[in-house]
């Protein structure tokens, strides 16, 4: 737990820096502000990825999500996300999320619609269509492998940053 912790905060640095421009699941850019947020989570459901071709559907949940908002609004938040994938390779396809949302500690929420392209385990995360500018960067690790000759993984842990703007 601690490595993940680290990893959420070295993430939040980086955005506070402005090295990465990073979540689709920043909450309230309704507003007109800009939203960030960085977390870390993992599959609750994921049809099993192939090493090499076909698809199926997963669901996200975060085990630790924190965000700011350009409004002076930062905290804890909570991101689920369900939708489907093509794989190429294991680690390398698309991800398409019709519901990616995120929930503050207050209960305010905001749903957009998600792209993420991974190479290898690196994925960019843009909005799919949306009047909403998302760019962000995710992170995969295989966590179930494969129980036969053509399964890569069951599950993904998921480590990630982005911004919202409305």
Known sequence: MKTRFKMVAMLGTVLAAGAIAA?????SASDGDVDAA?????????TP?????GGGTYSFSSDV??????????????ISSSGSYTNIVCGTGTVFSATATTTESD??????GIAITFVAGVGVVTGAPSATTV????????T???TNGS?????????????LTS
């Open 135 to 142: 760019a962000g960067v995710a992170v995969l690790v295989g």
């Open 23 to 27: 979540t689709p699941l920043a909450a």
């Open 65 to 78: 999500c924190a965000g700011a908002s350009s409004d002076v609004d930062a905290g804890l938040c909570t």
């Open 49 to 53: 990825v192939l090493l090499v071709g």
């Open 151 to 163: 399964t890569c993984v069951t599950g993904f842990d998921v480590v990630g940053a982005a911004v």
């Open 38 to 46: 960085a977390w870390v989570g993992h599959t609750t459901s994921l």
């Open 107 to 112: 209960g305010a929420s905001d749903t957009v």
């Open 144 to 146: 179930g492998p494969g």
